[in-house]
């Protein structure tokens, strides 16, 4: 199947940007890779203009939500006095031959990721629902051509687990992840497998996720839906390694995560091994989990 995107840049002082814009879309049968709209020469994404893009991906169904955000340009500066934001108005996306085509309102800036202060990318659900119009400025003017738009090629991302050896640390909860990366986040990706229980006291647990390669990884958000008679977890580490490259990342934890112990949240917000933030020194690895 095919879809086309319309981005539509806000009226306001500096919507424009010289960046690129990315998508994933959500459907009823499905969700797309994230989706590179590539601003070649800096012909696209100026203040109060439309843009049109088109890709071909397996049928997702009627498109019910997506996740826009801005990502940097090859070649363009990202220093400190760049412009590094862009004023969205509104994402319109159309299946191929399709009678009607959902608009999302976003009317937020995206910034680059890093940006202090500042989200990157932005989760919208359909604002309404309206016939194809054929005039659209975007389908006018002159539209880039398929080629611009280029669908990342898939990374194997090997995920393991390593439950604590601790009294009661195993959980039935779901558990999901997601990866924050130099380039972009994964979304939340559940993390099921078959054949045994996972997740059980001193028990590793391993998953492949394929996804676009997200850069450098830089943190990972670990939680669970609290499911399950049993659903109190004691993290010890998580170990992630990109397949391809052979780039491996080791997450200290050696906490709870539990609505009654530890920080009594259901989630950890985890950096790398070593990285020092807030001027302190994280876990090792090999640290114990607290009594709690």
């Known amino acids: ?41 800096g012909r696209f994404f100026d203040k109060a203009t439309s843009d049109l893009f088109f890709f071909e991906c397996e049928d997702l ?23 590094k934001q862009c004023h969205l108005h509104q994402v319109t996306v159309n299946r191929s031959a399709g009678e009607a085509e959902q608009v999302f309102v976003c009317n937020h800036w995206l910034s680059l990721p890093g940006t202090v202060g ?5 989760k919208l659900g359909v604002t309404s629902s309206q016939p194809v119009n054929p005039d659209h400025p975007a389908r006018i003017r002159s539209a880039p051509a398929a080629s611009s738009l280029s669908a990342p090629s898939l990374t194997t991302y090997r995920v393991d687990v390593k439950t604590a ?13 997601t990866l924050h990366g130099k380039t972009g986040d994964s979304g ?15 028990e590793l647990s391993s998953f492949d996720l ?3 390669d997200l850069g450098k990884l830089v943190k990972i958000r670990i939680e669970h839906d609290n499911a399950g008679l ?12 990109n397949v391809t490259s052979g780039d ?33 020194e994280l876990l090792r690895s090999d640290d114990q989990p607290t009594e709690e």
Do not use: M
């Not at 002082?13 to 601003?39: A, F, M, P, Y």
């Not at 498109?63 to 070649?75: D, M, Y």
């Not at 049993?230 to 390694?241: K, P, R």
């Open 1 to 41: 199947g095919g879809y086309e995107i319309i981005i539509s840049v806000s009226s306001k002082k500096d919507s424009g940007t010289n960046h690129d814009i990315w998508v994933s879309l959500e459907g009823k049968s499905g969700t797309s890779e994230k989706l590179q709209l590539k601003n070649n020469a």
């Open 61 to 83: 169904g009627d498109i019910t939500h997506l996740r826009v955000g801005l990502s940097p340009r090859e070649g363009v500066d990202v220093g400190k006095d760049a412009i």
């Open 118 to 122: 500042r989200k990157s990318y932005r």
């Open 165 to 177: 050896d601790k009294f009661a640390a195993g959980t039935d909860a779901n558990i999901h992840i």
């Open 188 to 202: 939340k990706q559940a993390l099921v497998g078959s054949g045994k229980n996972l997740f059980e006291r001193n």
């Open 210 to 212: 394929e996804l676009a």
């Open 230 to 241: 049993g659903a109190s977890w004691c993290l010890e580490n998580v170990i992630v390694t």
């Open 248 to 280: 491996k990342y080791t997450f200290p934890c050696n906490q709870w995560i539990d609505k009654k112990k530890g920080n009594k949240e259901l989630f950890r917000v985890l950096w790398p091994e070593g990285r020092k933030v807030d001027g302190s």
